[in-house]
DNA sequence: ATACTCATGTAAGAAGTTACATGATTAC
DNA sequence: GTAATCATGTAACTTCTTACATGAGTAT
């Protein structure tokens, strides 16, 4: 049976002990959530169907009258998980709308590509700080497992690098859109492509 | 009536005259590919959905006995196009499985943390390679529109900031990862964690 | 001839989001 | 008492990919 890559993310959510699916999903949003989200419409039918196939084991532990199901690595779990860590990653999607504005800032308002500039330095800015948040925790706990913080610093730094590239565009922007620029470009265009 | 994202790349693509579907993809396959992807299977369908809702306008274009559909941005097409470039980015969507992978690593057998780092690395100079490859093309045509060739300038950027990293990462994995990391770090796991 | 590119499309299904529903516990 | 958090789940829907089918033109 094949796998999704979301149910490797819930295997390997389990990989240091038992977890709700609550938990998992929490651990996802203080995580792996910049560069791999999951929500609860995945995560809930992905333990079940992993359960069904024997790779995770579901035991109810309630808290209080609250009812609780802690979900735990099984033998055949764990080999599944380091099996496909042992293969090399393929997948890469990116979805980046601030990109593909300003790609396409030419059928935009004159000065909207350095709006979209800024704006994308804004949201790496949050990212930057909600990240900054979280570094405390992930490095306290990178004596037992380094990796987690190991990912957390390259997302800060990913963010900051894009911070600075905006600075840069910025700049280089201003240079390409003098206020006269919407004429004088309509000239060279050929004819083509108007 | 609410567009799809992918609708107005289909918009976008049409920004500077008509285009095919066909044209469309091979376009995004050459441009945006890197930060938004798009197949046929998306771009036919949503071609005669933008028809039917007046944004653009399809006129047959058979070249020799070949049938072939060019679409047209109309008015009404151009506005919403403008009007979306007019509203700040907000999606930002990432599957990254080596990063992933590099999370999870504590569950890999020892070393492995630094293959995937090694496989990332690779993956995008393929990319850089592949970007450098359309480069004199879109540099070509920055004449008439800037922002496709600025565009594809950062997609080259952060692929070379993602190798510079790698090569870092590499360098402090080695000093995480001495042989005898695996005993040694067991000792200092809580119980909680195993 | 045969392989490649041009050109358009659909069907099935995977993957993921959003909104909703339910109900207990805890903090103020 | 009431708002927030803990906890689990489903249904409807959107989005997107993959694989397939078809057929014409072009280059070797």
């Known amino acids: 049976m094949d796998l999704s890559p979301t149910a490797y993310v819930v295997l390997g959510m389990l990989r240091h002990g038992p977890r709700s699916g ?4 929490q651990a996802v949003d203080r995580s792996t959530r910049f560069f791999w989200a999951a929500s609860y419409g995945q995560i809930y039918p992905e333990l079940r169907k992993l359960a069904k196939a024997g790779l995770v084991e579901g035991e ?4 209080g009258g609250r009812r609780r199901t802690v979900y735990t690595l099984t033998d055949a779990g764990r080999e599944r998980l380091r099996d496909w860590l042992a293969e090399d990653p393929e997948l890469l999607e990116i979805r980046d709308e601030a990109l593909l504005k ?4 030419d059928a935009a308002s004159p ?13 790496h800015e949050e990212k930057i700080e909600r990240l900054r948040q979280i570094e405390p925790a992930a490095a306290g706990l990178a004596d037992s497992d380094p990796y987690p913080y190991f990912v957390l610093r390259y997302g800060i730094a990913f963010s900051e690098w894009v911070v600075e590239w905006c600075e840069d565009a910025r700049r280089e922007l201003e240079e390409l859109e003098p206020r006269e620029r919407d004429e004088s470009r309509r000239d060279r265009r050929k004819p083509d492509d108007g």
């Open 60 to 63: 109810e532990r309630p808290q």
């Open 22 to 25: 609550y938990e998992i999903k």
């Open 102 to 105: 300003l790609f396409f800032a």
């Open 111 to 123: 000065g909207r590509a350095a709006e979209i500039v800024d704006a994308r330095r804004r949201t």
